[in-house]
T-cell receptor, first 112, second 115 residues
Framework: AQSVTQLGSHVSVSEGALVLLRCNYS??????LFWYVQYPNQGLQLLLK??????LVKGINGFEAEFKKSETSFHLTKPSAHMSDAAEYFC??????????FGPGTRLSVLP | KAGVTQTPRYLIKTRGQQVTLSCSPI?????VSWYQQTPGQGLQFLFE???????NKGNFPGRFSGRQFSNSRSEMNVSTLELGDSALYLC??????????????FGPGTRLLVL
């Protein structure tokens, strides 16, 4: 069965610092990959999506993610954190014919 | 286009009762999926409906059920509520289904508290 791991349940960065949130998936066949963000008391909002068109995917709010098949990774980055980026971030995989499998999530705190 | 809407937003029930949650997908979307989100278990897939048929099902007891109407609106029902059913229930819609690699668009969720 597919699984998704997100290293670090809680990540803290200073405002203006690099954001790096890690995601690894278990599959010999690259699935579709997604990053979602959840703000308090809200649903999930799509940040970006990998569909094999390009290994570097740009999303909203300045986020991007790089697909690395050899490492089965899809890490999320943002060059400069903003206070408004504080939220919970979920990596998800979508195997063909199956529904989403979500990672456990990483809570991002941005310190002033 | 209007987004995914879920009603009610908040609900308080007592053990043993049953509850029905509603989800209206984005116009034109035929797939609706339901997820349970809890601090301990994270986001867990409940089931997916497509064109009024259940297409995928997660690992939940039979107390959890759902249906989809001809206008793609979906309801989920939980019978004989247990304390552990307290969670945020999220609904997501997509054109043809998450298994096709499509983006799922999420509603704001229904927060259920079972006392």
């Amino acid at each position: 069965a597919q699984s998704v791991t997100q290293l670090g349940s809680h990540v803290s960065v200073s405002e203006g610092a690099l954001v790096l949130l890690r995601c690894n998936y278990s599959s010999s066949v690259p699935p579709y990959l997604f990053w979602y963000v959840q703000y308090p008391n809200q649903g999930l909002q799509l940040l970006l999506k990998y569909t094999s068109a390009a290994t570097l995917v740009k999303g909203i709010n300045g986020f991007e993610a790089e697909f690395k098949k050899s490492e089965t990774s899809f890490h999320l980055t943002k060059p400069s954190a903003h206070m408004s980026d504080a939220a919970e971030y979920f990596c998800a995989v979508s195997p063909m014919g199956q529904n989403f499998v979500f990672g456990p999530g990483t809570r991002l705190s941005v310190l002033p | 286009k209007a987004g995914v809407t879920q009603t009610p937003r908040y609900l308080i029930k007592t053990r043993g009762q049953q509850v029905t949650l509603s989800c209206s997908p984005i116009s034109g979307h035929r797939s609706v999926s339901w997820y349970q989100q809890t601090p301990g278990q994270g986001l867990q897939f409940l089931f997916e409906y497509f064109s009024e048929t259940q297409r995928n099902k997660g690992n939940f007891p039979g107390r959890f059920s759902g249906r989809q109407f001809s206008n793609s609106r979906s309801e989920m029902n939980v019978s004989t509520l247990e304390l552990g059913d307290s969670a945020l229930y999220l609904c997501a819609s997509s054109l043809n289904g998450a298994g096709e690699g499509e983006t799922q668009y999420f509603g704001p969720g229904t927060r259920l508290l079972v006392l």
